[in-house]
């Protein structure tokens, strides 16, 4: 039984895959990560599911990496460092490679993690008041097991804007960098992502898929490769002085030393 996601399916095929840890505001533990490549699987695998929608329970869609599951990776040696981080980047290839029309309802802040979540869905709608931000350079780390979905939705220019100064944005900023096809208020975001549902409902779902296909094979690379490169480079960064400062410093209520 799931712990930390629940999944609901209607008559007309529509699966909502839900982040059900509002209390840690869906931050992403390993049991999490886990759970959501299971459910991708499941989800892709199920004949009766033809669109999903990902959405969050809570005040925030995903506030990214679990800092107790950060601080241990931190402690843990590199087997276990680079096991941590390819079940975090298998899981985000799992919903990148779903066979099925993913929606993101974004009913609040998404930050890390989340905003990578968010670049693997084939469209997203969010509030207004939501807050974006690749954060982890705050903490001595880099955006890397999301960073191929990330540039593959933003492209280069406009990921380069916000990938590295850690700087919190807008959702107006994030429909202008191409994260978000666009904003509903919160009273008609349901609305909204009905909309978004409803033409798929009238495709032929093999076609869907096999057009979801072509259009991953015509886009940028993200094979194996590019994936154990993220896993590389993630790992490298954990093992370094700065990631454990930032860490530690997150812990201790204090700045890192690197900050003014």
Known sequence: ???????????????????????????????????????????????????????????????????????????ADAATRRAGARELALMLQALNTLPKPLIGRVQGNAFGGGLGMISVCDVAVAVPE????????????????IGPYVIARLGEGKARRVFMSARLFSADEAVRLDLLAGLADTDILDAAIEAEVAPYLACAPGAVAEAKRLTRSLG??????????????????????????GINAFFEKRKPNWAE
């Open 1 to 75: 039984m799931m712990e930390t996601i629940r999944i609901e399916t209607d008559a007309r095929g529509l699966a909502h895959l839900w982040l059900a840890r509002p209390e840690k505001h869906n931050a992403l533990s390993a049991q999490m990560i886990a759970e959501l490549t299971e459910a991708a699987g499941r989800l892709g695998a199920d004949p009766a599911v033809r669109v999903v929608v990902l959405a969050a329970e809570g005040k925030s869609f995903c506030a990214g990496g679990d800092l107790g599951w950060m601080q241990a990776q931190m402690a």
């Open 130 to 145: 939501a807050r974006f931000g690749l954060t982890e350079t705050r903490l001595g780390l880099i955006p890397a097991t």
């Open 220 to 245: 940028p690379r993200i094979d194996a490769d590019v994936i154990e490169a993220t896993i590389d480079a993630l790992v490298r960064v954990w093992e370094g002085a700065e990631a454990q400062e």
